[in-house]
Structure formats: C-alpha cells, structure tokens
C-alpha cells in the first residue's frame, strides 16, 4: 500500500523558511515523479512543484519559482520541499502526491499524503 | 496556462439521486484530464484520469466522460460518501485545477 507521510509544517514569520519532508512507503520510490501540491484554508487547490524519479529535472509554479526547492532522497525514499522567502500567502496545507511514471510529464496525481500545514504570520 | 472552470459550484442532492458535474477547459487539453474527490478534512483522491479512466477501486456508480474541452463527471445513483468536493485537473503543458464542485446533501 501507498504511504506518504509529510512533516515539516507550522508557524513562520514573514520571510522566513521552512523545509518540508514527505516520507514514502509502499513502491518503488524512485521510479516514481512526485509532486507538491497546497491549498490554502478554505480554498482550492494549487500545484506547486514537481520532480522526475532521478531528481534531474525539476518544474516550479510561477507562485514560488525562485524561492521553493523541491529535491529528494532516492536512498532515504523522501520527497523535500525547502520554502524560502516566505510570504503570508504561501499559508496553505501542503499535500506531497505520487505521479504515475518516473518522467514528470502529463501525469495525474494517484496518491496523496495527508498535508502538512505552513502558517505564514508575524 | 489552461483555465479550468468548474459548474455548478454547489450541488444539493439526494442520495440515490444522480449527479453530474462539468469542467470546461479554456482551451483544448486532449483528454490530460483528471478528477479528485476531497472528502471533509481528508486528502484528495483520484478518481478519473485520462478523462474517462477510472482509478483503481473507484466504484462502478462513478464515471467521467468527454473530450477537448468539455469534460463530466457522473456519480448515477450517490451514496452517503459520495457528499464532498470533486477538483478537476489539467496535467498537460500547464498544471492547473478548477475551482471544484461541492456536493451536499439537500
């Protein structure tokens, strides 16, 4: 069975930073894309990033292009999320997802995790 | 970028009774077209890709149907947790949901 696990989220001030780790179990983790997704209280969601199996090639939103990394640890089977410059708009529960292939490319989203949630506030 | 605008934004329903909820595309997507439930304080779930595909354990009740633009998500005959929110998803050359359509209980 599928598990995905995130953790890293809480309370930051404005500018601040924050990494954010989803754990997986239960695949091959590397021969799989992954994804970031969020969504803010009460709201949609919004793709964030996302990551080839190898971590060789990596796709951002608009949104946090420039100040979030997405990375990942094919021996350690973890998907990262390094959030800096953080904004009051960035508040939002993060939700890590598995992609069906390893190239991130077309793909749909076939398992979530539970979400971490990040509160941007001074 | 694709729009995705979903309708109706809320769907008051019986159970038993039949829903269908539409996403339509801004621009043609060919079939990169998935849908998710998100039930109360719960993550999302995959329930059609491809557009007409169904995930794995989705039940037979639920279908999704459509090409280019205008897609549908049909639930036939809904169930006590069918009553949630389901996104549609574009995973082509641009990443993007729509707005989502909640469905709830008249």
């Known amino acids: 069975e599928v598990q995905l696990l995130e953790s890293g989220g809480g309370l930051v001030q404005p500018g601040g930073s924050l990494r954010l780790s989803c754990a997986a179990s239960g695949f091959t983790f590397s021969s799989y894309a992954m994804s970031w997704v969020r969504q803010a209280p009460g709201k949609g969601l919004e793709w964030v990033s996302a990551?080839?199996?190898?971590?060789?090639?990596?796709y951002y939103a608009d949104s946090v292009k420039g100040r979030f990394t997405i990375s990942r640890d094919n021996s350690k089977n973890t998907l990262y999320l390094q959030m800096n410059s953080l904004r009051a708009e960035d508040t939002a529960v993060y939700y890590c997802?598995?992609?069906?292939?390893?190239?991130?490319?077309?793909?749909?989203?076939?398992?979530w995790g539970q979400g971490t949630l990040v509160t941007v506030s001074s | 970028e694709v729009v995705l605008t979903q309708s109706p934004g809320t769907l008051s329903l019986s159970p038993g009774e039949r829903a269908t909820l539409s996403c339509r595309a801004s621009q043609r997507v060919n079939n990169n077209l998935a849908w998710y439930q998100q039930r109360p304080g719960q993550a999302p779930r995959l329930l059609i890709h491809?557009?007409?595909s169904k995930a794995t354990g989705i039940p037979d009740r639920v279908s999704g149907s459509g090409s280019g633009t205008d897609f549908t998500l049909t639930i036939s005959s809904l169930e006590p947790e069918d009553f949630a929110v389901y996104y549609c998803?574009?995973?082509?050359?641009?990443?993007?949901f729509g707005q989502g359509t909640k469905v709830e209980i008249k």
């Open positions: 997802a598995k992609e069906p292939r390893v190239a991130s490319y077309y793909n749909w989203l076939d398992a």
């Open positions: 491809g557009g007409s």
């Open positions: 990551i080839s199996g190898s971590g060789g090639t990596t």
């Open positions: 998803h574009h995973y082509g050359s641009s990443r993007t």
